[in-house]
């Protein structure tokens, strides 16, 4: 079985949690972004095969497909390899753009995580974050 868990693309500094769509095409923020310089390294969450590297709307755009069904996406990046590529938890697909960022001014990672057409919390996937599960109390 692949790996249900993924790690963060980048040093974990949160600038903007997800906010999931109360519809399909409503308001929300279908990711979480998160601080990092322009230039600077971006990792792959996972194994994986990049299926998608280009410009989407203006702004470079990575895609990694997981053997765990996940789609991490990646923006606004520019892609150091190109689709087809094998890719391992760690490895680096791309630097970050100013252009296009999240957090206007400042250069941020969008890092969206998708199973099929269902967008997902990043966090919930993130290795040693995961969901929260409430535990009956025990006396």
């Not at 994986?48 to 755009?61: C, D, H, K, P």
Request: charged content about 20%.
């Amino acid at each position: 079985m692949a790996d249900p868990w993924l790690a963060s693309p980048a040093p974990l500094q949160v600038a903007a949690a997800f906010d999931r769509p109360a519809s399909d095409w409503g308001p929300g923020h279908r990711g979480v972004d998160i601080w990092l310089g322009e230039g600077d390294a971006v990792l792959s969450p996972g194994a994986g095969v990049v299926t998608f590297a280009g410009r989407v709307a203006g702004r470079g755009v990575v895609v990694v497909t997981h053997p765990n069904g996940l789609r991490s996406t990646l923006e606004p990046v520019t892609a150091s390899g190109r689709v087809g590529d094998h890719v391992r938890q760690g490895d680096t697909v791309g630097t970050l753009e100013l252009a296009g960022s999240h957090c206007a001014s400042h250069a941020c990672l969008h890092w969206g995580v998708r199973r099929g057409e269902e967008y997902l919390d990043p966090l919930d996937v993130l290795r040693g974050y995961g969901p929260i599960r409430l535990l009956p109390l025990r006396e």
